[in-house]
């Protein structure tokens, strides 16, 4: 059974930077697609960023392009997502997120298509992101 857990997350002023770790345990990484997702107090969880499972394809939502980035080593069984030019709005509870594209034909992550909650089959327990000054 596949485990998740994140790390890294913390207090962090504005336009400052931040590194999210999603470690595996359980089970090899490598036939797993991965996503982030946040979820702020008070509002539903929103889908941030998803990588394949060779890393060949990602996908963030607008608001954090060209600011976060997603990235994989499957030798390591672990994921990042750094967060560069953080906001007061980047704050929120982060989880990744995994799924077997075998087991799930509709999945996709591509630069067309961010996938859903519902698209994910394991889930880490989040770690809070706050920026503030």
């Known amino acids: 059974q596949l485990q998740l857990v994140e790390s890294g997350g913390g207090l962090v002023q504005p336009g400052g930077s931040l590194r999210v770790s999603c470690a595996a345990s359980?089970?090899?990484?490598?036939?797993?697609?991965i996503g982030w997702f946040r979820q702020a107090p008070g509002k539903e969880r929103e889908g941030v960023s998803c990588?394949?499972?060779?890393?060949?394809?990602?996908n963030y939502v607008d608001s954090v392009k060209r600011r976060f980035t997603i990235s994989r080593d499957n030798a390591k069984n672990t994921v990042w997502l750094q967060m560069n030019s953080l906001k007061p709005e980047d704050t929120a509870v982060y989880y990744c997120?995994?799924?077997?594209?075998?087991?799930?034909?509709?999945?996709?992550?591509?630069?067309?298509?961010?996938?859903?909650?519902?698209?994910?089959?394991?889930w880490g327990q989040g770690t809070q992101v706050t920026v503030s000054s």
């Open positions: 997120a995994a799924v077997d594209p075998d087991s799930r034909p509709y999945y996709r992550c591509s630069n067309a298509v961010l996938p859903g909650a519902g698209r994910y089959d394991y």
């Open positions: 359980g089970d090899t990484l490598d036939f797993y697609a």
């Open positions: 990588i394949t499972s060779s890393g060949g394809s990602t």
